[in-house]
């Protein structure tokens, strides 16, 4: 894949490993818009509220380089392009549904803590 390299990395434990791949505000965000179903780059981009076009493209470089994330590439006019999860990115979704639940939870009181 050009433009994005993936460090070969040792890590302490698997939350170490985890955290690595799905790190950051929006690789889980778009890991939750494509468990359902593929989607073209604009439906995504409509999903993932709050994204740039420059973040999100970053974001599926970064996550197809990890093999979460499978662009797939309609040869047609208007060209077509699809994004869907991996095997291993579904696992990686499957694993972070007791995360988002515990959010929602506490969502109310993670919400009240002061910020800089």
């Known amino acids: 894949m050009e433009g994005v ?3 070969k990395r040792t890590y302490n434990c698997g939350l170490d490993a985890a955290v690595d791949v799905v790190g950051g505000k929006w690789k889980a965000l778009i890991l939750w818009a494509l468990h359902r179903e593929a989607l073209r780059f604009g439906e995504l981009r409509r999903s993932v509220s709050g994204i740039s076009e420059k973040m999100l493209i970053q974001q599926l ?3 197809e380089a990890y093999g979460l994330v499978h662009r797939e590439v309609y040869h047609q006019v208007p ?3 699809e994004y869907s999860l991996t095997e291993f990115g579904q696992s990686l979704n499957t694993a972070l549904i007791p995360l988002g639940d515990w959010g929602e ?4 009181t993670i919400e009240a803590i ?3």
Do not use: G
């Open 5 to 7: 390299t993936v460090k």
């Open 79 to 81: 060209p077509k392009v």
């Open 105 to 108: 939870k506490h969502m109310e």
């Open 114 to 116: 002061p910020r800089d």
């Open 61 to 63: 470089r970064e996550m």
